[in-house]
């Protein structure tokens, strides 16, 4: 029998597909291909930005797997902000909406296929979610509940099709929700969901009483009768108002009497942080923008430069044996919703760094997501640098997309020594994707071995099945004018020479 080479792992699957898709085909079906070319080359950039897979496409449908929840929930919205905004350039009968469902599950991969119920819930949970909407399972709530800032509809159980168990499902809305305790220890989803609706009627009737309020207020403004109103705090720095801790009533005297023109009117610039803004209005504040400050570890001044396309770069002049060169690295941003965050190779140790951005007036400061500030200065020109980086300068891997590394590398050939023989060997990279390496032997016939070699983004990589070990080999190319060289990853020298 033959063996089967299927493994079983724990996987975050988001699934997509587009609605009325036979309707828009029985319309115009080259306008349609042409829309949905477009839009895919939008999901799967996004995919690949937040770290997804995409492992089956079937017409107008996405499979994709995610190592984090919180990564596949964040690449939805991000997927369908940027969708709305592609369709909104199109007539409303040529638009083209995508619903997406999200669920954490088991699953059976087979090569690179993968299979099983959890693909299946996806899936389902994506027919559940409205046109242009998200939805997500119960198990993806529970990972995801307190790292996002963005709203939650409970839908309670949902009974789907060839599943026996009815699944708990949660539709993302554009609302922040504070769902930190919408389960308490040894609660159930579906008693989560009774709270979060409870919660959603009390939000109701304090929206209503608030306008009530407010009406009362403008009828108590133009009337000469005595009056009452609540004691407000000050508003604090930032120009948001506190909440009182409590209210007292008391006779305002002069609240209608005294004429307008001689009441003292406090003037405070208007000052909006991204922790109140949507992922769509930080997008919007946040392109273009340029970050400066100081490296913490060593002083160096960096510059980050927010793309458009949501691409970031950052760059710092290198100190020591690298004095004279700048390190430089591309990574990405993005804005959800009450946060915008950033990532790259070599700033924050590889993690992901949220800072809280104000906008006052047209000033923006930067600072922790505690409030305590940040010595950033963050504005809109790039230009005037102290170090920008002199043309010929030599630049790597760690600085370049999959399909640049690609461009770069294929048809190349490896050349150097063994480190533990000294013998020599040589790498020939295929355009296929292929490696075939082959060293030498003296006295017999010389050791030949086809592996494979592939791009990620800032990172070229090889593997064979003996040569080294089995391990996976990802040297770093340092690329000056039309010379090519290597390095360790930490940027030690290999004696290894590139060439065609």
Known sequence: MAHLDTSRRLATILAADVVGYSRLMAQDEEATVRTLKAHREIIDRLIARHEGRIFNTAGDSVLAEFGSAVEAVRCAITIQDELRVRNAELVEARQMLFRIGVNIGDVIADGDDLLGDGINVAARLEGIAPAGGVCISGSTFEQVKNKLSIGFEALGLQAVKNIPDPVAAFRLTTAPVSVSDATEPGDSVSSATTRLSRRTGLILAILLGLGALTAWLLYERESPLPTTTSAIEPATDTGQPVPPKEVTVRQQETLSTKPEATRPQRQAPEAVSTTDLSASAITDMMAGVSIRGSRQKDGQ?????LHDDMTASYAYPRTGPGTGTTFRATGRWWGENGQFCMKFRGFNNGKVACPRITRTDSKLTASRPDGAPLAWTVSRSVAGSAF?????????????????????????????????D?????????????????????????????????????????????????????????????????????????????RR
């Not at 001044?301 to 430069?305: A, H």
């Not at 391990?471 to 190319?477: E, L, W």
């Open 301 to 305: 001044p960096f510059i980050i430069v």
């Open 388 to 420: 920008m980086i002199p043309p010929g300068e030599a630049t790597s891997t760690d600085e370049m997309r999959a399909a640049e590394i690609t461009a770069l590398m294929a048809g190349m050939t490896i050349h150097g020594s063994r480190r533990k």
């Open 422 to 498: 000294g013998r020599p060997f040589t790498i020939a990279l295929e355009r296929n994707g292929t490696a075939n390496v082959e060293v030498e032997r003296p006295g017999g016939e010389n050791y030949q071995e086809a592996g494979k070699w592939w791009s990620e983004d800032f990172r070229f990589c090889m593997r064979f099945e003996k040569y080294h070990n089995g391990q996976k080999s990802c040297p770093r190319i340092v690329r000056q004018g039309e010379r090519l060289a290597m390095t360790r990853g930490d940027g030690s020298p290999l004696p290894w020479s590139v």
